[in-house]
């Protein structure tokens, strides 16, 4: 539908074209903007999965993303900026996580921050990725 929010990706000649995401992103008002939680590497029973595997767990994560989105009537094409967090101090690790983060917004690079930090809250957690996003259409429950 034209009327619904657009989600407008911002680059900058000021700035390295070189890096995998916008710059900014941008919606026309109105807008309802949907701030999600950090989607966790939690399976339907609340159990943390891929125990010590970073890519296993950022596959999760990026899967309970989209069912968050999903719930509040958005999708991640429709993602304004990521936060993502990597319990490691390892460049390998964050790399690891980014790809698959990446992997699954594709050609839609949404500004991002990724961030290696010491823990995380769940039991043998590694990886958390929460959004701001653009929800479409009505109301939803």
């Not at 990706?9 to 950090?38: C, M």
């Not at 943390?48 to 094409?77: F, K, P, S, Y």
């Not at 500004?111 to 039991?123: A, D, K």
């Amino acid at each position: 539908m034209p009327d619904e929010p657009q989600v407008r990706l911002l680059r900058s000649d000021r700035l390295s074209p070189g890096v995998p995401y916008a710059y900014a992103a941008t919606t026309e008002a109105p807008a309802r903007l949907v701030f999600t939680a950090g989607a966790c590497p939690l399976d339907d029973d609340g159990s943390t999965v891929a125990v010590g595997d970073v890519v296993g767990q950022a596959e999760q994560v990026m899967t309970n993303l989209r069912a968050a989105l999903r719930a509040a009537g958005a999708g991640l094409d429709d993602v304004l900026m990521t936060h993502v967090y990597v319990a490691s101090s390892s460049r390998d690790d964050l790399d690891a996580a980014w790809d698959v983060v990446r992997g699954h917004l594709r050609e839609h690079d949404a500004p991002s921050t990724l961030l290696g930090v010491t823990v995380l809250g769940w039991p043998d957690q590694l990886v958390e990725v929460e959004a701001v996003a653009v929800a479409r259409g009505g109301r939803t429950g």
